[in-house]
């Protein structure tokens, strides 16, 4: 079977072995509450619930898979969807590798997403995977600025730091999750990364490895909802919409 008439099929894996440092001590960030669920089953729905994703792979710290797949089956999640649960790695580049090594043949695109994005549409998952299935190797979904941006010079921790620049607002976006990707594209881009042959430094997102095999990213519309719980104040933001959703009847 030719690419051309293969079938798509989807995966999604979300990264959550990370600790979450930022939010404070505790429990690793992906698995801090949100409306009294963890915010990882949270992510999981996200994904489950656009029809396109046949298939979730949750990376789960290295020593804490069973832990991470026993949350799982306490928690409803949508029955037509599988989810897998793999180790991590000690990055985040490392975690997202394994995880699309537990993908299966078939797939033939992926996304992957930030567990601490749990809020994130429906609509906005399936506007990334159409983006990819419409023939676009690599897509992010992104917020315009609200804020001006200045480029310093980096001192330490509640210094002054010199300004250096001011980037022109219009042309700059806030990157958000899932990010989507022609499958192959993904694993080449891991493949040069961790071989050290990519062009330039390290990347901070997957989108960022693919711009440096000189693959085009395509930019659509993010979504308001779909921004990060990395601060104390995120987790109220989160349960505000989370709680506005359950009396809408929208969640």
Known sequence: ???????????????????GVRLGPGAPKALR????????IHAVRAMARSR???????VAPSD?????????????????TEILVVPGGETRQESVRAGLDA???????????????????????????DAVRDGAPAVVPAMALADTVKEVEPGKPGDPEPVLGTPE????????????????TLR?????????????????????????LGVTVVVIP??????????????????AVLARRRATDAY
């Open 103 to 129: 993908l299966p043949p078939d797939i033939t695109s992926v996304l992957v997403h930030d567990a601490a994005r749990p809020l994130v549409p429906v609509d906005t998952v399936d506007s990334v995977i």
């Open 52 to 58: 396109a994703v046949s298939l979730v792979v949750v």
């Open 222 to 239: 993010g979504h308001e909802e779909a921004f990060k719980v990395t601060r104390p104040l995120d987790l109220v933001l989160a349960e």
């Open 169 to 184: 607002r219009a042309r700059l976006r806030a990157v958000q999750t899932p990010q989507g990707f022609d499958l192959a």
């Open 33 to 40: 509450a949100l409306g009294g669920t963890p915010m990882l």
């Open 64 to 80: 804490g898979a069973a832990e991470v797949r026993l949350l799982l089956n306490e928690h409803a999640l949508p029955e037509r």
């Open 1 to 19: 079977m030719s690419d051309e008439t293969r079938p798509h099929r989807t995966a999604a894996v979300i990264p959550a072995a990370g600790r």
């Open 188 to 212: 080449r881009a891991h493949d040069e990364f961790a071989a050290g042959t990519a062009d330039g430094e390290g990347a901070t997102d997957d989108a960022g490895m693919v711009e440096r």
